[in-house]
């Protein structure tokens, strides 16, 4: 099964080393996919009715994670299930409930290994995602089933004639029981220990073996330092995505408790410098650099000479790489002291906000995965400031969401639009395209004052 894309790395320094050695991870699932698709076909012939979508209602969906937390808000969890709040556990939080007094309306389960059927507990009802390993069945047979937005998963299914949905949101089983909670027309979503993250030593708020030996590693968020497992740091990165579309569906998200996920959800408003001062402490964000990718392209279109300002440089990789190919003078300039990489240090800095009239000169102009960072009232204004201190400059802008603002729970790529928009947009603003590519994901423009 397709894992979602999450921004995972660990970062290694070498002894005598100046740059730390930073090591992409992709995560697979620990079920392979002949295994998964075997479930599915064994479970969605079982007997009984599929989940099927409904109606929204004025209900409270109390969703349970394993998280430390958890044990904080036991009394505040049995007072909104004694007033008509529908308990979801999560895997091993079912059994953790029930020896605290609290049996869950809802144990979901989602996890295809067989020993996940250790982790089935009480509950008024069950409800096991169709990938799951039968034995599961052995332990609660008359659980419902509903299935998981995975690709071709209806391949597999028998013929069937009533309805059914499938739930997205993925990557672990809490973010998809807020789908499976919406599903099932909840729209009040109180959320307790979703932690993702470890409280000292300890990752659940029980002794959980099937979880041992999962890899770890350390994360910094708005300053604070988080042990989490890898899955747990996808989880937390993710649900912020997921969290945002439910809000946007009209649900009310409500995320309780400490750890990753909750401080990231949590957070204050930030300003623009604030967020990119916490998105430049991420090695991950650091890992790509769009200008240093279209460099080459700038150097043999433009053919610069002169003074080159890098506007928005971030980490400075793509003056660098002008630097090797052609003989010109670089002036780099940014909203935030720590977004430059070391080798960059050495160039000319300027700190500055392009929103606002820029002190400085210079004969071209290169602005690369900026524009559609900025919010949406600020884009004219910084095309303008940027054009009044270069005569041309050179554009490249992503024309898609960003991935990685989920790392400190907050959207980067503010102003998304289609190349057209941005083309008609500088030729309203009375500048001159010399020279255009539509990439698909991303637009480069060649644009002059005269």
Request: charged share 20%.
């Amino acid at each position: 099964m397709q894992i979602p894309y999450s921004n995972l790395s660990l970062s290694h320094q070498n002894p005598g080393a100046e740059m730390p050695l930073i090591m992409p991870i992709r995560v697979i699932c620990n079920t392979s996919d002949e295994v998964l698709y075997e479930h599915i076909r064994v479970n969605s012939r079982r007997p009984g009715k599929w989940l099927e979508s409904q109606e929204a209602h004025e209900g409270t969906a109390v969703l349970c994670g394993s998280g430390p937390s958890i044990g904080d808000y036991l009394d505040e969890i049995k007072a909104l299930q004694e007033s008509g709040a529908k308990v979801f556990a999560m895997n091993g939080s079912a059994k953790f409930l029930n020896d605290k007094g609290i049996l869950a309306d809802y144990q979901v389960v989602i996890d295809a290994r067989e020993e996940t059927a250790d982790l089935v507990g009480p509950a008024r009802e069950h409800l096991f995602g169709s990938q799951v390993h039968p034995a599961c069945w052995d332990r609660a047979p008359n659980a419902m089933l509903w299935h998981l937005q995975i690709e071709d998963i209806e391949d597999h299914f028998p013929d069937y004639e009533d309805g059914y949905c499938l739930i997205g949101g993925a990557a672990s089983v809490g973010n998809t029981a807020t789908c499976l909670a919406y599903a099932m027309g909840y729209r009040d979503l109180q959320i307790y220990g979703y932690d993702s993250s470890y409280r000292q030593d300890q990752g659940h708020a029980f002794f959980q073996p099937l979880n041992n030996g999962d890899p770890c590693c350390r994360v910094t968020f708005a300053g604070k330092e988080y042990l989490v497992s890898l899955t747990m740091k996808m989880q937390a990165e993710k649900f912020q995505e997921t969290a945002r579309e439910l809000i946007n569906l009209g649900c009310d998200v409500v995320v309780h408790g400490d750890g990753l996920l909750p401080d990231m959800f949590n957070a204050p408003s930030l300003t623009e410098e604030q967020k990119y001062q916490l998105m430049w402490a991420q090695p991950e964000y650091r890992i790509v650099s769009p200008g240093e990718s279209v460099a080459s392209t700038f150097v043999k279109l433009c053919r610069p000479t002169g003074k080159v300002i890098d506007f928005g440089c971030g980490t400075g990789r793509g003056s660098l790489a002008i630097a090797r190919e052609a003989n010109c003078e670089l002036l780099l300039i940014d909203f935030t002291i720590n977004s430059r990489d070391p080798e960059a240090m050495a160039l000319p800095f300027l700190l500055a906000d392009l929103s606002k009239p820029i002190d400085a000169k210079g004969n071209y102009g290169f602005c690369t995965d900026v524009m559609e960072h900025i919010p949406p009232e600020q884009v004219e204004a910084a095309i303008r400031n940027i054009m009044e201190v270069t005569p041309c400059t050179f554009f490249q802008i992503s024309l898609i969401p960003d991935s990685l603002g989920g790392l400190i729970g907050h959207p980067l790529h503010l102003s998304v639009h289609s190349f057209k928009w941005w083309a008609d947009l500088f030729a309203r603003l009375g500048f001159h395209v010399l020279w255009h590519r539509d990439l698909g994901d991303s637009a480069l423009f060649y644009i002059s004052t005269t």
